[in-house]
């Protein structure tokens, strides 16, 4: 029994080290970040953000919804290479580090915050550089991080949600047979699994990757 109870205590302690979601990096300036706060040289450092020279609307449009999902953007590419030669948790499936990097880095603003607008679009480059989003925004960033790891277009969308006239996004992915639909903005703890249509009351009406736009 003492034995056992070693070995429960031992894998105990390894769980969260395996299954991290931060980096060590990650863990050590967090915890500065919670006892001195963020200091305003950081902020004033920041470089200039670049948006995408486009006339592509940036408002909800069934034509359009599917050029947001950018698996081949330069940016993008060097983030996805970076969150999996990082990251701490070397036992951690792929698609859980990046939903964990996006849920954790990127902070949730509203467009009319950001961009003065009501509804605004960002590619995923803008919201890496931004290090803020909306709901759709953290999905397109989560879809196009997945599609540029390499999943395929009939294993993880956006979908787009409607309560009420109001309109959320998340991310549906099928791994090992199971459907998983993600609130990327929860980090990780807002998760549901299974074939369904809604997700934080709201009823899906449509999806999209870059290859793909499909309604409900």
């Avoid at 305003?40 to 940036?58: M, W």
């Avoid at 060097?78 to 859980?96: F, G, S, Y």
């Avoid at 009351?201 to 309604?215: I, K, L, P, R, S």
């Amino acid at each position: 029994m003492k034995k056992l109870a070693l070995i429960v205590i031992i894998i105990a302690v390894l769980i969260p080290v395996i299954i991290a979601p931060f980096t060590l990096k990650d863990q050590i300036q967090g915890f500065f970040s919670f006892l001195f706060g963020n200091s305003g040289d950081e902020q004033d450092s920041k470089p200039d953000v670049y948006f995408a020279d486009t006339n592509i609307s940036r408002v909800f449009n069934e034509t359009s919804c599917s050029l947001f999902i950018t698996p081949n953007d330069p940016m993008l590419i060097d983030l996805k290479n970076e969150i999996l030669q990082d990251a701490l948790a070397i036992l951690t499936p792929d698609w859980m580090k990046f939903r964990d990097w996006v849920g954790n880095k990127i902070e949730y603003r509203s467009d009319p915050e950001i961009h003065g607008e009501r509804d605004f679009w960002q590619f995923s480059n803008e919201t890496i550089q931004l290090e803020t989003g909306d709901c759709e925004d953290f999905s397109i960033l989560l879809c196009s991080l997945l599609r540029s790891n390499g999943w395929e277009t009939d294993s993880v969308y956006v979908v787009v949600g409607e309560q009420n006239n109001q309109y959320h996004a998340w991310v549906r992915l099928i791994w090992n047979n199971y459907t998983y639909n993600i609130e990327p903005q929860g980090s990780g703890f807002d998760m549901f699994i299974g074939d369904v249509t809604y997700l934080s009351g709201y009823q899906a009406v449509c999806y999209f990757n870059d290859q793909e736009f499909g309604t409900y």
